[in-house]
C-alpha cells in the first residue's frame, strides 16, 4: 500500500498507513516511543521530539510548543554548522536548498511501515529523501537518507551521512566500543563535553575491530543498566564508517552517522538514487539494558539470518590443530564432539590447496579445491563421518581473499585491488590480497565458491567465512578512472549482491562472519549472517569484558563463546575449566580446542555442561538481557542474566576476576523476573564438594530482585582443585 499526501492543515488528526498527522506535524511512533517532526510543505523537513510515548492528543501541542532542528542539516547556506550532506552540482555551486515537498506512506508485506519525507532543492533537480521505518511489535525505528540527481549532469556527493539526531546537553554520558585484535568491544562511558566526538572506521573490509559503529547516549548522567534515559544507535552497514558528535556553543550535541566520506566522494550520475546504509535507532527509560533489550529483539525477528533459531554446540578445529588438517584428527574430533553431546564440527583453514597445498598461512587462498594429501576421502568422506557420528559438518573459507601464491592470482591477476603503476601492499603471509568485490567478475567468482561447495557437498551445515586482511591499498583494476573513489562503497555493494545470490538459493545453511575475530560485528552482515566470532582471543577473563561490550547490541544468539585450552592460546594464562564453561556458556556455547588433549575430568565436565547448556539454551539464546554488575566497574566480579520472555525462567551468571585475602565483594540483585512468582534454585557446572546453601530452595522475584543472593567467594572443592578462580551459573524457575 503507497499513500501520497500533504500535511497542510494544523487541527484535525488524519491517521495514514505510515503515521499520524497533525496538520503538518508527522508522529512516528512506535510500541514505547516517539518520534515528532514537522514536514511543512515549503520548509525543511524539522526535528522536534524523540523520547517516550506520547499520546496523540498531545503530538500537536508539543509540536507548536518546543523548539525544532533541522532533522537534516545541509551544506552551503548555513556553512558553520556541521552537516549530513554537502554536494558540488555540476556549474560547482557547493550549495543546498532543501525545502519538504512531499510525503509518502507505504506499509510492507510483514506489517513494518516506511515514512519518507521527500526535499527538494529550491533551484537545482536534486532531491533528499529522508525515510523512517518502524515495525509494529518493536521500539526501533530505522532511519535513511537518499539522494537523487534529476538533472542531466553528475553531481558529487562529497558528504552523504544516513542521518542526524540532536540531543539536548544537560549530563549526557557517551558509551562506546574500541578495541584491537584479540581485544575487541571494549566499553568505554564518558560524558560528552565540548567539541567533536568522531568514532570511525577505514579498515575497507572489516569495520568493528578498532570501534563499533554502534553507541549509547545516557541522557541522565553516568550510564546505569537498567535505569535512566538512554539512546541506543546502530549503523547497519558493513564498510568504512563515522560516527560524528559535535558539542558547538548551543545547548544541544548534534549527532551524525552514516558511512565514512575520506577518500570516498561518490559521482551521482544522471537519474541515479544514491541510498545510505539504515541507522538503528531505540530509546528506553530502563537504562542501558532497556536499549539491549529494544536492540537485541529487533534483531532477531527482523535483521539476523534465522535470528530465533536455536543455534548447534560446535567444535571449530582451529586451535585444536591449526593448519595442519589430517582426515584420522578430523575423525577423531568429531567422534569426541559428538561423545560429549555437541551437535556440529567445523573444519577451519587448512583443508585446500591442489598446485599449493595449504600448509602455511601463505599461499592457497582462492584455490578451493580438497588437498587430498591431507584429507584422501575427500570431503564426501568427512561428510560419511559426521553422519556416523550423528552430528553436522561445517567448513572454514575465505572467498573475498587470494594469495599471490595460488593457481587463482596466477590466472586472475587483475582481480585484487591495488592501486595502477604501483605493486601492491600484502598482508598476512606477506602474499594475502583482497579481492575487488566492485568487480561483478569476482562477485560471480565469490558466489562460486560457496555455490560449489554447497552443490557438490549439500550435506554441509554451516560455513565459517573469514576475512582476513584489510584493504590495504587504494585502486580498482574494474572501476574507471573517474570512479576510483568509488571503491570503499562498491566493494561492500558488491559484497552484499553477492550475499543475497548466496542466500536466495541456500536460505538454510548457516554462516558466521569471522573477519580475524571480531572485525565483523555490525548490523550490516547479519542479514546474511547467522553469528559472529567475537575475537580471536578466547582467554576466558578477557572475554567477559569483551562480551560484556558485544552484548551491548548483539544477543547471545549471534556470539560464538567458545572453551579453549589452558594455558590459552592467546595469553597463556592458566583458567580452569570451570571458569572458562561458565563463560561460554552465556554466549553460543562452543568448543576450540582437541579434545584429546582433555584429561578425564575436564571431559567429563564438558560432557556436563553441554548437556546443562541445551536446556537453558532457549533463555539465553532468545531471552532478555539484565546487565547486572559490569566488570568495568572495578567491584572485583561481573555479573548478567538473561530472563524468557514469559518471566518463568531466568540464567544468572556471576565471575569473580580478582583475589585477595579479606576480599569483600557485593551481593548482585537480580533483575526481570517477576515479583509475586517463585523461583527455584539450582546451580549449572557445580565442582563444589556440597550443594549451596540455596541449592534446591525457592525465592520470589522481589526477593530476589531486592536482595539477590549469597555467593561464596570460592568453590568447596579437594585441594588439588583449589584456584583464585570462582564462578557460578544459576538456573532458576
Not at 153 to 178: C, H, I, N
Not at 305 to 329: F, M, Q, T
Not at 334 to 358: C, H, N, Q, T
Not at 377 to 387: E, F, K, V
Request: hydrophobic share 35%.
Amino acid at each position: 500500500m503507497k499513500l501520497k499526501h500533504f500535511c497542510l492543515i494544523a487541527a484535525p488528526m488524519i491517521a495514514y498507513g505510515g503515521f499520524t498527522c497533525y496538520g503538518e506535524t508527522i508522529d512516528i511512533s512506535t510500541p514505547n516511543t516517539t518520534m515528532l517532526l514537522d514536514a511543512t510543505l515549503g520548509q525543511p523537513l524539522r526535528f522536534i521530539y524523540y523520547g517516550d510515548l506520547i499520546p496523540q492528543a498531545q503530538a500537536g501541542q508539543i509540536a507548536e510548543s518546543t523548539g525544532w532542528h533541522t532533522a537534516y542539516p545541509v551544506y552551503g547556506m548555513s556553512a558553520s554548522r556541521e552537516t549530513a550532506m554537502s554536494v558540488t552540482h555540476p556549474d560547482g555551486n557547493m550549495t543546498l536548498d532543501l525545502a519538504v515537498t512531499g510525503t509518502e506512506s507505504s506499509v510492507r508485506k510483514d506489517g513494518s511501515k516506511v515514512t519518507t519525507v521527500t526535499m527538494s532543492d529550491k533551484v537545482y533537480p536534486f532531491d533528499v529523501r529522508i525515510n523512517y521505518l518502524t515495525y509494529p511489535d518493536n521500539d526501533v525505528i530505522e532511519t535513511w537518507a537518499e539522494a537523487v540527481n534529476r538533472g542531466k549532469k553528475p553531481v558529487e556527493l562529497r558528504e552523504f551521512s544516513s542521518a542526524y539526531l540532536p540531543v539536548r546537553r544537560g549530563d549526557v554520558y557517551l558509551t562506546s566500543f574500541t578495541g584491537s585484535w584479540g581485544n575487541e568491544a571494549i566499553m568505554v562511558e564518558e560524558p560528552l563535553k565540548p567539541g567533536v566526538k568522531i568514532i570511525k572506521n577505514k579498515d575497507g573490509v572489516r569495520n568493528s575491530h578498532t570501534a563499533h559503529s554502534e553507541v549509547m547516549l545516557s541522557l541522565d548522567g553516568m550510564p546505569r543498566e537498567n535505569e535512566g534515559r538512554t539512546i541506543g544507535a546502530a549503523l547497519c552497514y558493513s564498510g568504512n564508517y563515522e560516527l560524528k558528535i559535535d558539542t558547538d556553543d548551543s545547548d544541544w550535541h548534534h549527532f551524525f552517522a552514516g558511512i565514512n566520506e575520506d577518500n570516498s566522494a561518490y559521482t551521482l550520475g544522471k537519474g541515479e538514487t544514491f541510498v545510505t546504509p539504515a541507522l538503528a535507532l531505540t530509546y528506553s527509560p530502563d537504562g542501558k539494558s532497556g536499549v539491549s533489550r529494544n536492540i537485541h529483539r529487533w534483531g532477531r525477528d527482523h535483521k539476523i539470518a534465522h535470528g530465533n533459531d536455536l543455534r548447534k554446540i560446535l567444535l571449530n578445529s582451529w586451535e585444536g590443530v591449526y593448519l595442519d588438517i589430517k582426515e584420522d584428527e578430523m575423525a577423531q574430533m568429531m567422534a569426541d564432539i559428538s561423545s560429549m553431546g555437541g551437535e556440529l564440527f567445523v573444519m577451519d583453514d587448512g583443508w585446500f590447496g591442489a598446485k599449493y597445498p595449504r600448509t602455511r598461512d601463505n599461499s592457497s587462498l582462492g584455490d578451493w579445491t580438497v588437498d587430498t594429501g591431507k584429507l584422501p576421502n575427500g570431503i564426501n568422506g568427512l561428510l560419511d563421518m559426521a553422519d556416523r557420528n550423528g552430528i553436522r559438518f561445517g567448513i572454514w573459507i575465505e572467498p573475498e581473499m587470494t594469495n599471490t601464491i595460488s593457481e587463482l592470482y596466477e590466472q586472475h591477476p587483475e582481480y585484487i585491488i591495488r592501486p595502477t603503476n604501483r605493486e601492491p601492499v600484502l598482508g598476512r603471509g606477506g602474499t594475502q590480497a583482497v579481492l575487488d568485490m566492485s568487480n561483478p567478475k569476482v562477485q560471480d567468482l565469490v558466489f562460486s565458491v560457496v555455490d560449489t561447495l554447497l552443490t557438490r557437498y549439500p550435506r554441509i551445515d554451516y560455513i565459517k567465512w573469514d576475512a582476513n586482511a584489510p584493504i590495504m591499498n587504494h585502486g580498482s583494476q574494474y572501476l574507471t578512472a573517474d570512479r576510483q573513489s568509488h571503491l570503499m562503497i562498491e566493494y561492500h555493494r558488491g559484497f552484499a549482491k553477492t550475499l543475497e545470490r548466496i542466500r536466495a538459493k541456500y536460505p538454510d545453511v548457516t554462516i558466521q562472519a569471522c573477519a580475524s575475530g571480531g572485525g565483523r560485528a555490525n548490523y550490516g552482515v547479519l542479514p546474511w549472517f547467522d553469528e559472529f566470532w567475537v575475537s580471536d582471543n578466547t582467554d576466558a577473563l578477557q572475554r567477559v569484558y569483551m562480551q560484556w561490550g558485544t552484548s551491548h547490541f548483539f544477543p547471545a544468539v549471534t556470539m560464538a563463546s567458545h572453551i579453549s585450552a589452558a594455558p590459552n592460546h592467546q595469553t597463556n594464562r592458566v583458567i580452569p575449566m570451570k571458569y572458562r564453561i561458565d563463560v561460554a556458556m552465556s554466549g553460543r556455547l562452543g568448543m576450540e580446542i582437541q579434545p584429546k588433549n582433555m584429561t578425564q575430568e575436564e571431559t567429563d565436565l564438558c560432557r556436563n555442561a553441554i548437556s546443562e547448556y541445551k536446556t537453558i539454551r532457549p533463555v539465553v539464546q532468545q531471552g532478555d538481557i539484565y546487565r547486572l554488575l559490569s566488570p568495568y566497574d572495578g567491584k572485583g566480579v561481573a555479573s548478567m542474566m538473561y530472563v524468557s520472555p514469559d518471566k518463568d525462567k531466568a540464567v544468572f551468571y556471576w565471575w569473580k576476576l580478582e583475589t585477595f585475602v579479606n576480599q569483600h565483594l557485593p551481593r548482585i540483585r537480580m533483575a526481570g523476573l517477576d515479583p509475586d512468582r517463585m523461583y527455584t534454585v539450582r546451580e549449572l557446572n557445580r565442582i563444589d564438594r556440597k550443594p549451596l546453601s540455596f541449592e534446591g530452595k525457592s525465592f520470589s522475584g522481589r526477593y530476589l530482585m531486592s536482595n539477590g543472593l549469597e555467593i561464596p567467594y570460592t568453590h568447596n572443592t579437594d585441594h588439588r582443585n583449589r584456584s583464585a578462580w570462582s564462578s557460578r551459573v544459576l538456573y532458576l524457575e
